[in-house]
């Protein structure tokens, strides 16, 4: 599948929906575009093609494309953002899924942040809240997708969606950081997969589980680095990229990707 990009344009720290953002310690936006650029590239040339969303004035956080919704089996359920500095993304994002011809489904307005708080483990979807994702918008997605869907409780502020803090590799491989689940949730996990790699909290804190595995290759923050022998037992290979600029905003590697559909050219009949 793609990976859906876009671009740092308008990026910057301007308001604080999170514990990592601070108005006051500013984006540099020369060197976060770089960065970004190291993304890509990587992307690339790993054999991952890349589209591009358009970047609009006054929504700094877009780039966390993340953000926009989850995907599967060809369609989208869009996100509905608990803030309303950000619900601004919206009417973007559905645009931008009608173009490419992907059938769009919504929450309504039940709070629900996309792939920031929706990943697959094979096929079962595996959804967050407890910060951002309201739990009563689970069920809506599930369906929405047709798919079986298991609930992780996230407790610690700072891994404020599921996917700073849990990450499936491939179907049977899991990152995760024990501190930011509810007990009950921290051993749901451990029973998901067979091959679960638990992330020591210094890691974690600096985005090392929001990762994207290209196939072998686990690009991340250069805290995955910490992660290499580990992986390498797995058989996968650990790839840092500096990304110190997004992490002011409280995103990584995976914040600023999402696997999207490809485009649809013929009309989707109802
Ligand atoms: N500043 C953004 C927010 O707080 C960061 C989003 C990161 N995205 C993610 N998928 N974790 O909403």
Redesign the pocket.
Known sequence: MPILMCPPTHFG?VYE??P??HVASPVDRRRATDQWEALRTTYRDLGAEVVLADPVPGLP?MV?T??AGVTWGGRVVLSR?R?PE?QGEEVHWRELFASRGTPVFDTAALPF?????ALFVGDTLVCGYGF?TDRAAIPVVARALGVHVVELELVDPRY??L??CFCALDARTILFAPAAFAPASRERVRRLAPRVIEVPDGLAAGFAC?ATAIGDVVVSSEAVEGLSDQLRELGYRALGLPMGEFMK????V??LSLPVPATRTRPVST
């Open positions: 720290v929906i999170n990592w953002m956080d966390f993340a953000n953002f803030h950000r942040e996309g792939a920031g708080d951002r404020y969606h996917d700073t929001n905003a409280g995103g990584g995976r914040c």
